[in-house]
């Protein structure tokens, strides 16, 4: 399980929960920094060869012990599909007129689909073989805000199922 904290800018979070942090800051060259890079780093580091995927939590989103338990028994069910659990996404960060959903069906926005071929990292699963497929392509040379694109390509060319954990419910702070 990995946080992404861009620029530092993550609030405090126990460290009980288990989530190592990968830190993805603005570089000479890269003023939005190497999130594939940090990513890659990442699984090449935690993974081992029974790893059943990644859970990505944003360093702006918000969970308590009910939304992590309820992301883990998804992905103890359905350990080869991606798994989104619905955030509001709020138009300081989207910079859209309104609210959306970080999960959708042919786009971002207020519909709330069961079946979604959009999402971002913002408290989401991604089963290895996306995980491994993705560095496989590059993603070590992929940034922000091409990695969630990237990944939700190659969800869609390895025809993975992508299913919302309802059960948890994270809040976004970048409001």
């Known amino acids: 399980m990995i946080r992404l904290d861009w620029d530092r800018s993550a609030f405090p979070m126990p460290r009980s929960l288990g989530f190592y942090t990968v830190h993805v800051d603005?570089?000479?060259?890269?003023?939005?920094?190497?999130?594939?890079?940090?990513?890659?780093?990442?699984?090449?580091?935690?993974?081992?060869?029974?790893?059943?995927?990644?859970?990505?939590?944003?360093?702006?989103?918000?969970?308590?012990?009910?939304?992590?338990?309820?992301?883990?028994?998804?992905?103890?069910?359905?350990?080869?599909?991606?798994?989104?659990?619905?955030v509001r996404l709020w138009p300081a960060s989207t910079k859209m007129e309104r609210w959306i959903w970080g999960h959708g069906k042919g786009g971002f926005s207020r519909n709330d689909p069961d079946d979604p071929d959009m999402f971002g990292f913002s408290f989401t699963y991604l089963p290895a073989r996306l995980v491994t497929t993705m560095i496989a392509q590059g993603l070590a040379d992929v940034t922000y805000p091409s990695v969630d694109a990237t990944a939700r390509r190659i969800a869609r060319e390895l025809k993975l199922r992508c299913r919302v954990v309802r059960e948890a419910s994270p809040k976004h702070m970048n409001w």
Do not use: N
């Open 26 to 86: 603005p570089e000479p060259g890269w003023p939005l920094g190497r999130k594939g890079l940090q990513i890659t780093a990442a699984w090449e580091t935690l993974a081992g060869a029974e790893t059943a995927g990644l859970v990505t939590l944003d360093g702006d989103v918000a969970i308590d012990p009910q939304d992590l338990a309820a992301m883990l028994a998804a992905v103890e069910q359905h350990p080869a599909d991606v798994l989104i659990a619905p």
